[in-house]
């Protein structure tokens, strides 16, 4: 089975209890939740239980990239950046553009989950 230019894993890190571990994305999650952006969003309301506040500890900040990442096509070092904001304590997403997620994908990973409190 090809992913089309995703390595098909996520990195999730638990600094509160100091753990960490792969997860494995399907077929079927990267191509409903296209690039940086959608995974963001697919893992922040999978994740988030309404009353997590943007200064929780498990308010999670989900760091994505796309298919494209870590290829030659110019603008291809975009990463997405997705939690609940301290404005609105809504939904918001960023993107940068830059080596982060070119490296990212070359560590054979999609995303990095950061949640807890070290």
């Not at 009353?51 to 498990?58: C, E, F, L």
């Not at 760091?63 to 404005?87: E, R, Y």
Request: with cysteine; hydrophobic share 35%.
């Amino acid at each position: 089975m090809s992913l089309y230019g995703y390595a098909g894993k996520i990195l999730r890190v638990n600094l509160t209890e100091e753990k960490f571990f792969d997860e494995p994305l399907d077929q079927g999650v990267l191509t409903r939740f296209i690039g940086g952006a959608g995974l963001g969003a697919k893992y922040l309301y999978q994740d988030h239980p309404a009353n997590v506040a943007w200064s929780d500890p498990d308010n999670e900040i989900i760091f994505a990239n796309g298919p494209f990442s870590n290829t030659a096509l110019g603008g291809s070092g975009t990463i997405s950046v997705t939690a609940k904001g301290p404005m609105t304590n809504l939904a918001g997403s960023s993107q940068g553009n830059g080596y982060m997620g070119a490296f990212l994908k070359s560590c054979e990973y999609d995303g990095l989950i950061v949640k807890g409190k070290a």
